[in-house]
């Protein structure tokens, strides 16, 4: 069975800092991993995903991933943290499969 | 852009009322899924459809079902509402194994 584990429940940074958000993940196939965000009373929005290819992975709003099949993770990341970024986020890994795993989520404060 | 959209932002109900929750997208996605969202436990899969009419179970079916008469429309249905259905109701359509496109939600209160 697929799982994600997201073992911060807080990450805090300082404005214009750097941002990361760790997730590690478990499948028996090949890994299709996702980052959403939500900002507070919204639905999900997709930020970006690891398909295969290159093990850096770009999406929206200026935010990164990280593949690292050996340490089976998968940290987002933002070189710059604005106050906006403020929510919570969501790593998903699916194997083959239509089902989405989801971890439990870690809410990111950034203080101005 | 993909748009999913739900019937109702704010729901309020009793218990052992019979409560739909309708979830509507644009896309022409052939699956849709159900997901409850509650502190500390992410999102859990109730139901999802792979196609009109077609459903499977997810992870914790129990207590609520769905139908999928259109292609564009999937509903979840709780039969008769307890207290510990009160949640976060979450909507989401794909294509094929791709990237799943979420609605806004719609928080339910069952007193």
């Known amino acids: 069975a697929q799982s994600v584990a997201q073992p911060e429940d807080q990450v805090n940074v300082a404005e214009g800092n750097p941002l990361t958000v760790k997730c590690t993940y478990s499948?028996?196939?090949?890994?299709?991993l996702f980052w959403y965000v939500q900002y507070p009373n919204r639905g999900l929005q997709f930020l970006l995903k690891?398909?295969?290819?290159?093990?850096l992975v770009k999406g929206s709003y200026g935010f990164e991933a990280e593949f690292n099949k050996s340490q089976t993770s998968f940290y987002l990341k933002k070189p710059s943290a604005l106050v906006s970024d403020s929510a919570l986020y969501f790593c998903?890994?699916?194997?083959?499969?239509?089902?989405?795993?989801f971890g439990a989520g870690t809410t990111v404060t950034v203080r101005a | 852009d993909v748009k999913v959209t739900q019937s109702s932002r704010y729901l309020v109900k009793r218990t052992g009322e019979k409560v739909f929750l309708e979830c509507v997208q644009d896309?022409?996605?052939?699956?849709m899924f159900w997901y409850r969202q509650d502190p500390g436990l992410g999102l859990r899969l109730i139901y999802f459809s792979y196609d009109v009419k077609m459903k499977e179970k997810g992870d914790i079916p129990e207590g609520y079902s769905v139908s999928r008469e259109k292609k564009e429309r999937f509903s979840l249905i709780l039969e008769s509402a307890s207290t510990n259905q009160t949640s976060m109701y979450l909507c989401a359509s794909s294509l094929g194994f791709d990237t799943q496109y979420f609605g806004p939600g719609t928080r339910l209160t069952v007193l």
């Open positions: 896309m022409d996605h052939e699956n």
């Open positions: 998903a890994v699916r194997d083959d499969d239509y089902k989405l795993s």
């Open positions: 499948v028996s196939g090949n890994p299709y």
């Open positions: 690891y398909i295969t290819g290159d093990n």
